[in-house]
C-alpha cells in the first residue's frame, strides 16, 4: 500500500486548496482514511477521516470549513478546504487504514502518505 499526497501550496487567507490522497497497491481493502495536519512546532493533529461508506468526522477546528470526500473508482481521497486562515498552515498528511489476507489470515495496518505543506498567507 502506498499513498501520495499532492496539492499543496501557497494560498491567501479566505482562499481554498484541494488536497489528493492517492492510494495505490493490490490485495488489500482501504477502511478508514484520515487527514492529520502538523504546524510548525506543534503536534500533529487529526483534522478529520472518513470512512469506506463514506461516513465523515471533523476537527472542530475546521467543521464547516473543511470537508473529505473519497472517490472509490480512482482510490483517491481528497481534502477540500475553504475559508482558509493562517492557523490552517501546516504540513498535511493522509493516512489509511488497511487490510488484506496474507497466508490465509487477516492482516491490518496503517499506511501513511508524505505530507503536503499548505501556506496561507495573510
Known amino acids: 500500500v502506498q499513498l501520495q499526497a499532492s496539492g499543496g501550496g501557497l494560498v491567501q487567507a479566505g482562499g481554498s486548496l484541494r488536497l489528493s490522497c492517492a492510494v495505490s497497491g493490490s490485495g488489500f481493502s482501504i477502511n478508514d482514511v484520515e487527514w492529520y495536519r502538523q504546524a510548525p512546532g506543534k503536534s500533529r493533529e487529526l483534522v478529520g477521516a472518513?470512512?469506506?461508506?463514506?461516513?465523515?468526522n471533523y476537527a472542530d477546528s475546521v467543521k464547516g470549513r473543511f470537508t473529505i470526500s473519497r472517490d472509490n473508482a480512482k482510490n483517491t481521497v481528497y481534502l477540500q478546504m475553504n475559508s482558509l486562515n493562517r492557523e490552517d498552515t501546516a504540513v498535511y498528511y493522509c493516512?489509511?487504514?488497511?487490510?488484506?489476507?496474507?497466508?490465509?489470515?487477516?492482516?491490518?495496518?496503517?499506511?501513511w502518505g508524505q505530507g503536503t505543506l499548505v501556506t496561507v498567507s495573510s
Open positions: 493516512a489509511a487504514d488497511w487490510r488484506k489476507i496474507v497466508d490465509g489470515t487477516w492482516t491490518v495496518g496503517r499506511q
Open positions: 472518513i470512512t469506506s461508506g463514506g461516513i465523515t
